[in-house]
Every structure is written in C-alpha cells, then in structure tokens.
C-alpha cells in the first residue's frame, strides 16, 4: 500500500509570498494518478490539481503542480488572502485512492 | 453545474449501520464513478470506496468488510452501508464524483456514533 506523506505540517506565511507544499510517496508512482485538493475551514475539498501538473477548471494559475516519481510539490505563486487552507495530495493505485495527511497553510 | 447532495440520519448507535445516500442533479450520472470519502473532526479524508452504475465497486481494504456501496441510476442516486459502527466512524461524510480523482463534491454530512 502507497503511503503519502505531506511536508511540512504547517506553512505559516505572508500574503505575496509563494508557498512550497511537498508530497512524498512511499514508492514511486505514476503522476498520470496524483492530485491536490484545497479545503477551507467548513468546506468541502476542492479539486485544484491533476496529473500531477494539469490545473482543473477555473484554477487560478498561481497555483501549479509539478514531480514524478515520490516527489510532487504544489506552488502557489503569490499567496492570496483566500489561499490559506489545508492542502491534500492524493494518489489512485490498484483500484484504491489514498491521501496525505495535508498540509496547513496559515497566515504568519 | 453538477449537484451532489449528501442525506442521512446524523446520529447512529454503536454496532449499528450507518446508510447514506447521495443525490446527483445536473450531470451524466451513468459516465461517472462515484466515491464515498470521510474526514473525523479535525483530522484528514480517507476514502472509503466508490461505484458505478455497472455495478463496479472499489474500497478501502481497511473498511471492506463493513462496507457496501450501490448505485441507482433511476434516482441518480448513490449509498453508502457501513455496517457495525463504533465510535471511530464518527466523521463528515462526503460523495464525489471520479474514479481517479474526485472533481466534484458534496457539501457533507456529519454523522456521530454514540448511544
């Protein structure tokens, strides 16, 4: 079973700054099946990235995604007041769909 | 502009069955997989299982056992039995659409277990 582990546990920056989120999985994986999710307090998840680089609908393009193998980052170019959030990766593997424990990225 | 809407009874008792049902509007309910996720109060999503109208079914191995998901497609409807609750299953629970990665998702609903 693929393991996603989520670096670091918690971000804390200003507005304007870029933020750096880490997924590491336990093996290598095919990043055709690695996707990020944003979720603000009392909300539901919001699908933000897929294929590991594709931008889904209406995504802001500060946000990108990149890596292959165990290493996946997530980039916020230029943070935006509504940008903090908890950020997840996740990965689809043998009919099985697996996340990380997320990132949180609060305001300093 | 796809709707999922998540329905059920918010509070069940330990060892009993947790049933679920989620409402699809404004899509085409048979193209898609449709997944269960669940998130306990202040921790991260896993992911429970998913299904399709042709009868396909994947889970979590760790929730197999207690697990059934089934589709409707006459109600463009998609449910959830999670049999012999325990306090541990004490989460919000979500319905999204995909197989892969899950696009479009439900606002949620909380259920507690508790007598």
């Known amino acids: 079973e693929i393991v996603l582990t989520q670096s670091p546990g918690t971000l804390s920056l200003s507005p304007g700054e870029r933020a750096t989120l880490s997924c590491r999985a336990s093996?290598?994986?095919?990043?055709?099946?690695l996707a990020w999710y944003q979720q603000k307090p009392g909300q539901a998840p919001r699908f933000l990235i897929y294929?590991?680089?594709s931008r889904a609908t209406g995504i802001p393009d500060r946000f990108s995604g990149s890596g292959s193998g165990t290493d996946f980052t997530l980039t916020i170019s230029r943070l935006e007041p509504e940008d903090f959030a908890v950020y997840y990766c996740q990965h689809y593997g043998s009919s099985r769909l697996t996340f990380g424990g997320g990132t949180k990225v609060e305001i300093k | 502009q796809v709707q999922l809407q998540e329905s059920g009874p918010g509070l069940v008792k330990p060892s009993e069955t947790l049933s679920l049902t989620c409402t699809v509007s404004g899509d085409s309910f048979s193209s898609y997989y449709w997944s269960w996720i669940r998130q306990p109060p202040g921790k991260g999503l896993e992911w429970i299982g998913c299904?399709?109208?042709?009868?396909?079914?994947n889970f979590n191995a760790s929730l197999e056992s207690r697990v059934t998901i089934s589709v409707d497609t006459s109600k463009n409807q998609v449910s959830l039995k999670l049999t012999s609750v325990t306090a541990a299953d004490t989460a919000m629970y979500y319905c999204?659409?995909?197989?892969?990665?899950?696009?479009?998702w439900g606002q949620g609903t909380l259920v507690t277990v508790s007598s």
């Open positions: 093996q290598s994986v095919s990043s055709s099946y």
């Open positions: 294929g590991a680089s």
């Open positions: 999204a659409r995909g197989q892969y990665q899950l696009q479009r």
């Open positions: 299904g399709h109208y042709s009868g396909s079914t």
